[in-house]
């Protein structure tokens, strides 16, 4: 996914120094998401993974928007305080709003079947949010041949999180289930559906696929029956 860069410029810099007392020996580099303060009027602010608090003189337009995350670059402004009493005054550099984006960090062996956890009836599917944007997702009893070779595809389109999960290759006479480990960076808290794509339920198998809020909720789980092999 295309990344939005904006630099400002050696120019601008000038001007801030000239004009608004920026500090060019102090410069910063950090992520954090942009939020809308809602004091005295209004304005965006920005507060960083640190839960330290910036007011950006020169904000561009664009990403006067609630809840982005970004990467930036800033040099303090000296000599100025800020009028709304909240968080310290800096002048951006260069800004850069990451988007989301996911991927597979971590696969177990096939797993012993009386000893699966949940039951191996179950295919499941949890959660933890971080409060930092980044989401931890558990495919527990994924069905796969017993020695696959998996690949993902993680997609994220209108607030619905699409896992669809391939089997390259299976070169054993035998299925097994699997638990699956993603990562998801950089996601704004709101609600989510979530949905996996798996390669061997069948067309009338119920779907694994829930409704996440993330403003309320960081932990939490779902899971579909399933009767048919590997299940079962």
Known sequence: MQKQLVIIGIVALLVCVWLSGCNEDISMQDTGIIKYIDLE?????????????????????????????????????????SIHMWGKLIYILEIEQLFPQGNLTNQTTCKTHNLSKPPPNQDCLQYQYDGIQNLT?????????????IATNITIINRTI???EIELSGDCNCSCLFDLDYQ??????????????EPYILPEDQKLEFTI????????????ERTNYPWG
């Not at 330290?52 to 995350?69: G, S």
């Not at 998801?184 to 794509?197: C, D, F, G, K, R």
């Not at 809020?213 to 579909?224: H, I, K, Q, R, V």
């Open 41 to 81: 009027g209004g304005f965006y602010g920005i507060i960083t993974d640190k839960q330290e608090q910036y007011v950006p003189i020169n904000l561009p337009e664009v990403f006067k928007q609630d809840n982005i995350r970004i990467e930036f670059k800033a040099t303090y402004v000296k000599n100025q305080s």
């Open 137 to 149: 997702l558990t495919h527990q009893n994924a069905g796969f041949n017993c020695c696959p070779e």
């Open 184 to 197: 998801i960076l950089n996601l704004p808290p709101a609600s989510y559906t979530i949905t996996v794509e």
């Open 213 to 224: 809020n993330l403003t309320n909720s960081s932990t939490g789980s779902y899971c579909a």
């Open 162 to 164: 699409t896992i669809k």
